[in-house]
Structure formats: C-alpha cells, structure tokens
C-alpha cells in the first residue's frame, strides 16, 4: 500500500514470500534488496513493514488498515486484548513513533470498529 508519495507499507509476508529460504523458491532476496527493488520499480522510500497478524491468515495489511490519503489512514479497532488487536496496536504504535507523512507531520488515523462475525465470535475464537 502506498501514499502515492514515496511511503509504503506491507506486512512481513512480503518477506516471507520473496526474503531467503521462502517456501517458493523463485526468489531469494534479503531485506535491503526487496527495499531496492520496491525503490527502482515504484520509487517506495521508506519501505514500512509491519509484523503479520496472528490470526489474518492472508497477512494482507488492506484487511486492517487503507490510506484514504497522503496523511490519513484508516485503521480497524478490536476491542482491547481481543484477536489481531494488540498486534493492530503495536504495528500502529510502530508507524506513529517512527514515520511522518511526506510533509513530516503525523499520520491521522481514524478508527473503524471490528465486528464480530456472524455468530458474535472474533477471529481468536474460530478454533
């Protein structure tokens, strides 16, 4: 996911799929050389990446969180302790204390709560 400005954001399973030893096999790069590849193909500096979640099995960050511009994102919410939450929270405590926006200003974050499902369970309650 990118800002359109030069900041993009992933979680590690960009690493997963491209670092050394990934289950794939086709590509074998270390961190610096997929920072480099994102740099030279889409011009991305920095490069943030965000540790997986532990029960988004897919580790898409857009399941979780969307730039809607340059200096907002939208960011889900579980309620406090509750699956992915903490992790959510760590991982936007990261952007927060260590990226601004292209202008250096904080990012605003606005906050979207995270339903249930259908049965009224969350995600560290499905197994």
């Known amino acids: 996911m990118s800002d359109g400005q030069g900041i993009g954001f992933s979680s590690l399973l960009v690493m997963e799929e491209n670092g050394p030893n990934n289950t794939y096999g086709f590509s074998n790069h270390t961190e610096e050389e997929v920072d480099e590849i994102m740099y030279s193909y889409m ?6 990446k965000m540790t997986n979640l532990p029960y988004d ?12 511009d340059e200096e907002t994102m939208i960011v889900g919410e579980y309620p ?3 699956a992915d939450g903490p992790q959510i929270e760590a991982n936007l405590e990261y952007i927060l204390d260590n990226f601004t926006t292209k202008w250096g ?9 995270m339903p249930p499902d259908g049965q009224g369970k969350y995600p560290h309650q499905w197994w």
Do not use: A, E, W
């Not at 011009?43 to 943030?48: A, E, N």
């Not at 200003?105 to 709560?113: A, G, K, L, M, S």
């Open 105 to 113: 200003t904080p990012f605003r974050v606005i906050r979207v709560p």
């Open 80 to 82: 406090q302790g509750i």
């Open 43 to 48: 011009g991305i500096d920095p490069y943030v």
């Open 57 to 68: 099995l897919i580790h898409h960050i857009d399941m979780h969180m969307k730039l809607i």
